[in-house]
């Protein structure tokens, strides 16, 4: 069965930025786009982008352009999300999502002074 | 930007039907997805490609879609259906998706 393990919960200053990790089994790795969503504290659902995992091409939300990055790796089924010039509006649980369908367990990512 | 929009809130008793409706411009040629999502949880598939139900998913969940509109539709709603439901779609171009803003359900 599908299964996304993300990493685990940060705490970031102000300015920092953070790298979410999504490790993927149970399916070929590279037949399904992988979402990236967030959501913040009592807020809703919030679309930031999504890969490829095949050749790697990226279309982000126009809001995290120039800010977010990510990547894969296919050697080792993973995706990551890399978001930059962190401010505490960004703290949220940050979720991968596979073809729309399946979900991680999502990482707390917490931007504090 | 594209938006999509959803009723803050709806409201039914046990039994009744829960219809939930998502506008978006885009709707008549792009499809529609839906999740359910509980307290503390992450959400859950319940309806793709506008009226598709993934399995495990209980008969009584069906979605629909006619010109900008998208209707998820609870058929004799359970409490367990309490819950928060969000629909997905993409803009025109396809390139990029977006969530509507999410409809409370109250079955009580």
């Known amino acids: 069965q599908v299964q996304l393990v993300q990493s685990g919960a940060e705490v970031k200053k102000p300015g920092a930025s953070v790298k ?5 089994s149970g399916y070929t790795f590279t037949s399904y ?3 990236w969503v967030r959501q913040a504290p009592g807020q809703g659902l919030e679309w930031m982008g999504i890969i490829n995992p095949s050749g790697g091409s990226t279309s982000y939300a126009q809001k995290f ?11 080792t089924s993973t995706v990551y999300m890399e978001l930059s010039s962190l401010r505490s509006e960004d703290t949220a649980v940050y979720y991968c999502v596979c073809s729309a369908t399946y ?3 999502g990482t707390l990512v917490t931007v504090s002074s | 930007s594209y938006e999509l929009t959803q009723p803050p809130s709806v409201s039914v008793s046990p039994g009744q039907t829960a219809r939930i409706t998502c506008s978006g411009d885009a ?3 792009k499809y529609a997805y839906w999740y359910q999502q509980k307290s503390g949880q992450a959400p859950v598939l319940v309806i ?3 009226s598709k139900r993934p399995s495990g998913i209980p008969e009584r969940f069906s979605g629909s879609s006619s010109g ?3 209707t998820l539709t609870i058929s004799g709603a359970q409490v367990e259906d309490e819950a928060d439901y969000y629909c997905y779609s993409t803009d025109s171009s396809g390139n990029h998706g977006v969530f509507g803003g999410g409809t409370k359900l109250t079955v009580l």
């Not at chain 1, 979410?20 to 993927?24: F, I, L, R």
């Not at chain 1, 120039?66 to 296919?74: E, K, N, Q």
């Open chain 1, 20 to 24: 979410v990790s999504c490790k993927a």
């Open chain 1, 33 to 35: 786009y992988m979402h």
């Open chain 1, 65 to 75: 352009q120039g800010r977010v990055t990510m990547t894969r790796d296919t050697s």
């Open chain 1, 103 to 105: 979900w991680g367990q």
């Open chain 2, 27 to 29: 709707l008549p040629k």
């Open chain 2, 48 to 50: 793709y490609e506008d």
């Open chain 2, 68 to 70: 900008t509109m998208a």
